[in-house]
């Protein structure tokens, strides 16, 4: 396979995860209100449906290869900025069942690959 098409097939799952997770904060907004860091100011729920906006915005960049190289830098940016809701997850998870504590932790080192992911599509040229 050229490089090409699967630079192009990467962006294009990056946008499809994006995408199912953006969704998934309007169709079942409770688990995404409970993370989200009290520190925060106003309700859960509207920084759940923000997010859950900005996720499908940026997919919506990422499939789109004018838009790719933005979306996808920005997209980084964004698996930054929801790590601390991630942290709070953990934390709040900590006294739960070992299945549920590994998959709270897992989910912490996935942030590393993810950025790396989304600057690797924003470096991409269509």
Known sequence: ?????????????????????????????????????RALPGKPRTWTYLSGAAEVA???????????????KLAAGFFAAVFPANVKMAYDLRTKSPRVK???YGRLPLQVPLILWALRVGRSTP
């Open 1 to 37: 396979m050229e490089p090409t098409r699967s630079r192009s097939r990467s962006a294009l799952a990056l946008a499809g995860l994006l995408g199912v997770a953006g969704v998934t904060h309007f169709a079942k907004p409770k688990p995404y209100d409970a993370i989200v860091p």
């Open 58 to 72: 940026l997919a919506a960049a990422i499939a789109v290869p004018r838009t790719r190289g933005v979306g996808g």
């Open 102 to 104: 590994a998959v709270a």
